[in-house]
């Protein structure tokens, strides 16, 4: 039994201004929801800061407001916050709207700049960490049975690829005792993070896991894989409400910047041989599997639900291919400036969202194009001297990935 959008709530996304955030936000007002947005702006403040503006032109906050309004004739309410530094800010929105639903997509996201510098590590921890901690905090202490969605990563998961299929976050173990006998456990799957940025998402998993235990508070832990596409249909309704599409070198997703490189003639990057495989999804799928996830919380008293978020998995040389022969483009192999095995196979279980009902949108059925026509359409733009990731794992690591190996 699943529902989908049945129960209407009053929803609170933190982050709701972001990539994932926004569009999520309007499908949930579509089907019906008080949706709440709480966002402090500060990805638009990065992206300044970065001198790298999304692909697409972003309409203030304000502005899109008001457009979804004028479309819809929904409100969406609006709350600039940052949830990291203001504690008692967040426990007043909590208090005074009592959501039903809290999804928290209010977290530096890029694994490039969390590991740009000291300050940039230190900013993604503090903000990633505190900000999931204050969530929580404050739920227990104003004892409301709010669920809480939380984004994470599969990259918490590691790409070890020796061919086991990672499980929805917990990895069923036998352990002998010291007199023979085999007892069964089941654990959260031993996190192995490739990045600052993923590390805070292993870590936000220990503080869920404490916090479902000692205060009952129900939680579902999204394991995201890569996002790519911008448009959703609610996106789509009016250019003032049209996605973020980062294509930098710290924020622009593979997918993404392979489709803005060849919309400008520039070769596809990929990182060393490209051999590395990994777990994606389409941001229609994105908002499609939160509103899921949202319709079918734990128990409370429950151990933290863990959903694989993702609906197919793929080398990266195999996607510029792809992209190279959709468009003529030329593929260039850089230097990584990633630590990360060079090849890895994966496989993942999403089978609790296809249980609910997700039917995946794959590379093969469609949205490549729009997303091909979106580059396209701005391509006049883009800065190509952002396109290169230029941030190193480490600082002693060889040239940056501008360089053709
Ligand atoms: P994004 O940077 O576009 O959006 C994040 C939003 O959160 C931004 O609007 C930002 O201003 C806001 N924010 C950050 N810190 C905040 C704070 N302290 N207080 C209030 N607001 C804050 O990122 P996104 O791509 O939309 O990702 C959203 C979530 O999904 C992230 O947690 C990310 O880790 C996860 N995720 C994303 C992807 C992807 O491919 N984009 C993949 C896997 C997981």
Redesign the pocket.
Known sequence: MFLLGAVMGNILV?????????PTALHLSNLGHEVTI?????????ADELGAQSLTPIASIEDRIAAWQRVSGHQLGFVN?????DYDGLAAVLNLLKPDTVI???????APYSMKGPRQKRYTVD??L??THNLLVAIAELKLDIHVV??????VYGYDGDGLEIPEGYLDVKVETPDGRLLPRSILYPTNPGSV?HMT?SLDQLLFQFYAKNDQIRITD???????GTQTDETRLDDALIN?F?YDGD?G?VLNRFLIEAAIGYPLTVHGTGGQTRAF?NIQDTVRCIALAVANPPERGERVRVRN?MTETHRVRDLAALVAKITGARVDRVQNPRLEAAENELFVSNRSFIALGLEPITLSNGLLAETIEISQRFADRVDRSKIPAASLWRQDMPEAASHTI
């Open positions: 933190i982050g709701g201004d972001g990539f994932c955030g926004w709480v966002d402090n702006l500060s990805r638009r403040a990065i916050l940052d949830v990291a530094q928290h997509f209010g977290e530096q996201r890029a903000n990633n505190n900000g939380h984004l994470g990563t599969m990259g940025y998402k999204l394991h995201q894989g890569i996002v790519w973020r980062d924020y997703t999804i978020q």
